[in-house]
């Protein structure tokens, strides 16, 4: 939607916020979807819409290094407030919360985090966190973490620091247990537990891909370092997350 016309037409999206406009409207289209499957979404799980995903992957990569200055004023100008809205999409359709979280990480960076938790809508963020973190998508819930481990690091949290990192400890220790490295996932739904062979290959995709640009792999490095930094250049004890 940006990428394209000049920086008129762009400016013009931006500031008639396209991205909301994009992202309410695929929220809708996914309610409806939903509503529309006869029998559950087991039988036919919901995807985003296809055309409103290709638009928003091309503003990503559109603004490039600019991303996350858009996204900050996104998420500044209620973009905080219509993703929570979407809890509900998210817990039930894992597609949905992929691609949202997805979003967010790639966006990241301080600014981004800052608009995330700014203002009165502190409550709705740590809300979103909280269902991606219930996600049945376990790409889904490895974002959460993330998510909240970079506030960490930021030192962002303000008094929250402890619930949040033992929320952090507990899906590590979750996700070791399933995680494709050691054991493959049991296939959803599957009485014999046959492995899910096409899961299994997107998560590992996936976590190649965390840290793929240079500002991406530094966010994982200061999440591993920030127990060290934050605790006065000393590891802080086992039972303390």
């Given amino acids: 939607p940006t990428g394209k016309g000049g920086e008129k037409p762009r400016r013009s999206f931006l500031e008639q916020k ?107 963020a740590l809300g979103l966190l909280g269902a991606l973190f219930e996600s049945p998508s376990v790409i889904a819930r490895v974002c959460a973490g993330l998510l909240l481990s970079c506030l960490l690091a930021s030192d962002l949290l303000e008094g929250k620091e402890m619930q949040a990192a033992v929320g952090v400890h507990s899906l590590v220790e979750d996700l070791i247990s399933c995680c494709p490295v050691w054991i493959s996932s049991p296939k959803a739904g599957d009485p014999n537990g046959k492995t899910d062979a096409k899961a299994d290959a997107e998560f590992a995709a996936f976590i190649q891909s965390l840290g793929q640009s240079e500002d991406r792999f530094a966010r994982l490095l200061d999440c591993a370092t920030a127990p060290w930094r934050l605790n006065g250049d000393t590891l802080p004890h086992e039972g303390k997350p």
């Fill in 18 to 124: 396209g991205m909301a406009a994009m992202l309410d409207l695929l929220f809708q289209k996914g309610r409806e979807a939903a509503a529309a499957v006869p029998g559950g979404k087991d039988d036919a799980p919901v995807l985003p819409h296809p055309q409103i995903r290709s638009m928003m992957n091309a503003l990503v990569k559109a603004e490039g290094d600019n991303y996350s200055k858009v996204f900050a004023g996104f998420l500044a100008s209620g973009g905080v407030v219509l993703l929570s809205g979407a809890r509900d999409v998210f817990q039930t359709n894992p597609a949905f919360a992929e691609f949202i979280s997805k979003l967010l990480w790639i966006a990241w960076e301080p600014e981004s985090q800052r608009s995330f938790l700014q203002g009165e809508h502190g409550k709705e």
